[in-house]
């Protein structure tokens, strides 16, 4: 009788500490409606930002980033309680729109950069407005609006909650009570957020760079704050990490040689010629030897293919600088830097260029593009990059009949342009030309422009009384892919005309071109997989049981945002299809041996020396080799040959790519090209200290 009394008092105890700890739960939700409402705003937020982003299972079912979102917004919230009656509303409104407008932000800049904003490319919205229609039209979609309904519903809440006399008022004691209970939950969070991390995780986290690696298992709150800590970082480190980046950059290029070591068959064969780059913006590789009905896209780009070197594994290297990326790459075979961009964050640095080693060797060296000359800081960049003279849009006649998209069109720009060069030709024996074109720019909407280019599909159908009838299905009418065809038909057209102006005046005849797309054209995946499996009798993309379906995944896309490059002479002096893997950082080197000139601090390597030993880094950490493309952020790859490859190829070339991205970054940040960079280093640091 004795036990089952005990046992009796001990249910009851159990029953009662139940039921207290079920009223202090349902306690603390009545008493923290608000605050509640907030957090959960917030962190919907943040996830659908991933899911958005990144819509891979592992994502979807990743709690890592719940957790840090939760820990992060509920101490930035907890200061809240500090502040009496409708200032604690205000305060948490404040925070509520900062994190929409992160989510906000960050959505539409993935679009456009499949990567996260960064705080310091503040710099850069300068340039927004002469680029607003491309912004609007490509960059900002329905999605980006989603992040403002949980916001409006926060405000809701709360006018509701004040409505019906259910927002609490709290005495100083119990506010700082509640603060104190709440950032402890918070910093709790957060430990266990932190004991769950791995030593590679961390890794990543401090070095900023593999941005979608972080998003997905630190959640973009978390990220957001590490970003504003790497943006001012090079600020710091400028003044006072000198030393340690200089060793490493030394160490680094330690074994290289002062001259060019070794010779091949392309060693000096074009010494002394005249060099016309011409640098075709978002020129992409796909519409390269394509054809809508037979009609070419690229029909003069083809026919320089045919008659010159053509590269057709090259890929650009670009961050958010996108064409200043391209152009710093190109010129100098560095990386573009972690942070904000080299032409706007550090034009005032010493570059070892093509165009300043071609000035060595008594050539007179310019660039063209009929832009505002501020816009990306190329007056500027120009100037450090060794340039005699950069002819602007300043330079150029424009008016309202011969623009097209962002500016003076490329059929104008280049019938203009030849007019100067014969003017430079009579003066200059030798010059180097860097033209830059412009027409072929997102979003390509100016289609009434671009002149008569179908990119429909023709194909023929049996009727049901057994006849046969061609029809035209619409294909890639209507889409941007599609206008971006036809946009690249206007420029191979301009190029063209170019091209017979240039040789009418004899300008090619002891003339080396070179032609390079500067990046991608940041178009949709879902439309190359339109464009792959197109249906033309259902107008429609074929179903995936069709057995001529193409499966085509991210890292298909990766692959087609490959660039063409092409090297020509008249005198048809250099042939064939180079099916090498090569960057943007490999030009200098390959085409430095070919004109007589070296750079023992290139990043990257004459082609026809490392052929296919090759590795082309990214800037976000991914890189590609002729064996396999390596996402870092995902830790996943895919095999472009069908080999084995074992975990030490991987490893090895993980530790290349992120030693040559931090070599770069810092030769740069640290201006170590100067050779007054130490003494000015020394100079910062002891005016600090006074």
């Known amino acids: 009788m004795k036990k089952k009394i005990i046992k009796f008092k001990y249910k009851l105890i159990k029953k009662l500490k139940r039921i207290k700890e079920e009223k202090l739960i349902s306690n603390y939700f009545k008493d923290n409606k608000l605050f509640i409402v907030y957090v959960l705003v917030c962190v919907i937020n943040s996830t659908l930002l991933r899911f958005f982003t990144m819509p891979t299972m592992e994502n979807y079912l990743s709690f890592k980033p719940i957790i840090a979102d939760i820990a992060v917004v509920t101490i930035i919230g907890s200061f809240s309680y500090l502040f009496k009656g409708k200032k604690r509303y205000v305060y948490l409104l404040v925070w509520a729109i900062i994190f929409t407008a992160i989510c906000t932000i960050n959505s539409a800049y993935y679009t456009f950069y499949t990567s996260f904003a960064s705080v310091s490319m503040l710099s850069l919205t300068q340039y927004i407005g002469e680029v607003g229609d491309a912004v609007v039209e490509n960059v900002l979609q329905i999605k980006d609006l989603v992040y403002i309904l949980p916001l409006i519903f926060f405000i809701y809440y709360y006018h509701r909650l004040a409505k019906n006399d259910q927002y609490k008022i709290y005495t100083k ?48 709150y978390m990220y957001q704050g590490n970003d504003i800590v790497a943006s001012i970082q090079p600020k710091i480190t400028a003044m006072f990490g000198y030393d340690d980046a200089k060793k490493e950059f030394t160490e680094y290029y330690a074994d290289r040689t002062d001259e060019q070591n070794y010779t091949n068959k392309y060693t000096d064969i074009f010494e002394g010629r005249n060099v016309i780059v011409i640098h075709a913006e978002s020129m992409q590789g796909i519409a390269i030897n394509r054809t809508f009905n037979g009609e070419e896209v690229t029909p003069n780009l083809n026919k320089m293919i045919k008659e010159g070197l053509y590269f057709d594994n090259f890929y650009s290297q670009v961050s958010v600088g996108t064409s200043s990326d391209t152009e710093l790459t190109y010129n100098t075979s560095l990386m573009p830097t972690q942070s904000g961009t080299a032409f706007v964050s550090y034009f005032d640095r010493t570059y070892i260029s093509t165009p300043s080693l071609l000035k060595d060797k008594g050539y007179y060296t310019f660039s063209m593009h009929a832009n505002n000359a501020d816009f990306w800081n190329r007056r500027a960049m120009h100037e450090s990059l060794g340039y005699d003279k950069f002819y602007s ?37 030798k010059y180097y030309g860097y033209i830059i074109t412009l027409t072929n720019h997102t979003p390509f909407s100016d289609t009434d422009k671009y002149g008569e280019f179908p990119v429909t599909m023709k194909t023929t159908i049996t009727n049901e009384d057994g006849t046969q009838e061609e029809v035209e299905a619409p294909y890639l009418e209507g889409t941007k892919l599609g206008n971006y065809f036809k ?52 107008d429609d993309i074929k179903d995936e049981d069709d057995p001529t379906y193409v499966d085509y995944d991210s890292f298909d896309y990766e692959l087609d945002r490959k660039v063409p490059l092409i090297i020509w002479t008249k005198d048809g002096k250099v042939k064939g299809q180079i099916d090498y893997t090569m960057g943007m950082y490999d030009v200098m080197p390959t085409i430095g041996n070919m004109l007589g000139f070296y750079n023992k601090y290139a990043l990257g390597h004459d082609i026809f020396e490392i052929k296919d030993d090759n590795i082309v880094v990214f800037p976000n950490g991914n890189w590609v080799t002729n064996l396999m493309y390596y996402n870092s952020q995902k830790g996943e790859y895919k095999l472009l040959k069908d ?22 970054n810092k030769a740069i940040v640290f201006d170590l090209f100067n050779p007054n960079s130490e003494e000015e280093a020394n100079n910062k640091t002891v005016s600090k200290e006074n």
Do not use: C
């Open 173 to 220: 004691d119990k506010r700082f009570k509640k603060f104190k209970n709440t950032i402890l939950t918070g910093a709790v969070i957060l430990v266990i957020f932190i004991v769950t991390l791995s030593s590679l995780e961390i890794s990543r986290f401090v070095k900023q760079w593999n941005r979608e690696y972080i998003v997905m298992r630190f959640g973009i």
């Open 393 to 429: 849009k300043e330079t150029y006649d424009v008016d309202d009949e011969n623009v097209i998209g962002l500016g003076l069109s490329d059929k104008e720009f280049f019938a203009q342009s030849v007019e100067k060069i014969k003017k430079i030709s009579e003066k200059h024996d």
């Open 487 to 538: 946009s690249v038909h206007y420029a191979d057209e301009a190029l063209g005309e170019f091209f017979n102006e240039m040789d009418e005046a004899g300008l090619l005849d002891n003339t080396v071109v070179i032609i390079f797309g500067d990046h991608d054209a940041r178009l949709p995946r879902s439309e190359f997989n339109l464009m792959y499996n197109y249906d033309p009798v259902t």
């Open 643 to 664: 080999e084995i490859i074992d975990e030490d190829y991987i490893t090895k070339n993980n530790e290349y790519a992120e030693k040559l991205l931090n070599v770069s």
